[in-house]
C-alpha cells in the first residue's frame, strides 16, 4: 500500500517566494512521478523520475530524486498565483501509482 | 477521444440508492484506474484494469463498489446502496500501458453526494 509521506502539508508564500515540497518514502523507490491540481480541477502528470539523484527542470520548476531513491523533492523558484494548487507525488507498486497526501500551495499576490 | 471523459460531472443521490458512474478512457489507452479523492484529501486507489487482465479490486472499501470495463474501453464504477461517507470525487485516469514509465491523464472527475 501508499509508502509515501509528503510534507508540507500546506504552504502560503508571498508571490516571488520559492516553495518546496518534499516526499519521503521507507523503501527504495523504483520511480517517482510528480502531479498538479489546481483548485476545482483534476491531477495532471507533471513529470517522471527514474534515475538515482536525478534531476529534471521545467521552466521554474525544479524536481529531483534522491540518491537513495527514497525521497523527492519538487522546488518552484519565485512562485507566482498561477502555481496555487495541491502538488502531489506518486509511487509505483503493485502496478499503479499510490498518490501522497499532496501539499497545498497558496501564493499571496 | 483527446482526453478522459467522465460521467455525470455531478451526482446527488439518496442514501441506499444505486449509482453507476462511467469512464471512457483516451483511445488507445490499454490501462484504466479508478480513485477517489474526498474533500481536501489525497487521492485514494479503488480499482486498475490492463487490458484483458483480471482487475485489481483491491482497493475497492466495501462489496458495495464494483467496477467493470467493457471492451478493453469505457469503464463503469458502480455503488450500490449509497452511504453519505461514499460522497467524493471519483477520478478515473488511463494510461498508455501498465508499467511505471507512464503517465496518468486524469478524467474531470464525477463528484458524487449521498444526501
Known amino acids: 500500500g501508499q509508502q509515501v509521506m509528503q510534507i508540507p502539508q500546506y504552504q502560503h508564500v508571498q508571490e516571488g517566494e520559492d516553495f518546496t515540497t518534499y516526499c519521503n518514502s521507507s523503501t527504495t523507490l523504483s520511480n517517482i512521478q510528480w502531479y498538479k491540481q489546481r483548485p476545482g480541477g483534476h491531477p495532471v502528470f507533471l513529470i517522471q523520475?527514474?534515475?538515482?539523484?536525478e534531476v529534471k527542470k521545467q521552466k521554474r520548476l525544479t524536481f529531483q530524486f534522491g540518491e537513495a531513491k527514497k525521497n523527492s523533492s519538487l522546488h518552484i523558484t519565485a512562485t507566482q498565483t498561477t502555481d496555487v494548487g495541491t502538488y502531489f507525488c506518486a509511487e509505483f507498486n503493485f502496478n499503479k501509482f499510490y498518490f501522497g497526501s499532496g501539499t497545498k500551495l497558496n501564493v499571496k499576490p | 477521444g483527446a482526453g478522459v471523459s467522465q460521467s455525470p460531472s455531478n451526482k446527488v443521490t439518496e442514501k441506499g440508492k444505486d449509482v453507476e458512474l462511467r469512464c471512457d478512457p483516451i483511445?488507445?489507452?490499454?490501462?484504466l484506474y479508478w480513485y477517489r479523492q474526498s474533500l481536501g484529501q489525497g487521492l485514494e486507489f479503488l480499482i486498475y484494469?490492463?487490458?484483458?487482465?483480471?482487475?485489481?479490486k483491491s482497493g475497492l472499501p466495501s462489496d458495495r463498489f464494483s467496477a467493470e470495463r467493457t471492451g478493453g474501453s469505457v469503464s463503469t464504477l458502480t455503488i450500490q446502496r449509497t452511504q453519505q461517507e461514499d460522497s467524493a470525487v471519483y477520478l478515473c485516469?488511463?494510461?498508455?500501458?501498465?508499467?511505471?514509465?507512464?503517465?496518468?491523464?486524469f478524467g474531470s472527475g464525477t463528484r458524487l453526494t449521498v444526501v
Open positions: 484494469f490492463q487490458g484483458n487482465s483480471a482487475p485489481d
Open positions: 523520475l527514474v534515475k538515482s539523484g
Open positions: 483511445s488507445g489507452h490499454t490501462a
Open positions: 485516469a488511463s494510461s498508455l500501458a501498465r508499467g511505471s514509465n507512464y503517465g496518468y491523464t
